[in-house]
Nanobody, 120 residues
Framework: QVQLVESGGGLVQAGGSLRLSCAAS????????MGWYRQAPGKQRELVAT???????NYADSVKGRFTISRDNAKNTVYLQMNSLKPEDTAVYYC??????????????WGRGTLVTVSS
């Protein structure tokens, strides 16, 4: 009913930048919020950043000042600009969308994840 397609992961050196994108498609009435989570090897999945349809943002302390989340509501797409990357940012990054679908039902959707590797 709702699909999330992520792109933009890869390998980058410490101090570098990457931009992740996530596009939602399907029977969507609204999405609020959209966001990014990450899971490093051997660790639990954690919040990176979220953004509401109105543009309110929330960031994990570990990424504040380095990462910027943004959103194109018309395209149901969320972006994560990651600057000053550190090796500890290495993880699989997952897109998340909390949606109301056309039937009026609430549906939380996860993307398949995109790997970000930061080398030292």
């Amino acid at each position: 009913q709702v699909q999330l397609v992520e792109s933009g992961g890869g390998l980058v050196q410490a101090g570098g930048s990457l931009r992740l994108s996530c596009a939602a498609s399907g029977s969507i009435l609204s999405i609020n919020p959209m966001g990014w989570y990450r899971q490093a090897p051997g660790k639990q999945r954690e919040l990176v950043a979220t953004i509401t349809s109105g543009g309110s943002t929330n960031y994990a302390d570990s990424v504040k000042g380095r990462f910027t989340i943004s959103r194109d509501n018309a395209k149901n797409t969320v972006y994560l600009q990651m600057n000053s990357l550190k090796p500890e940012d290495t993880a699989v990054y997952y897109c998340n969308a909390r949606t109301i679908i056309l039937t009026g039902r609430y549906l939380e959707v996860w993307g398949r994840g995109t790997l970000v590797t930061v080398s030292s």
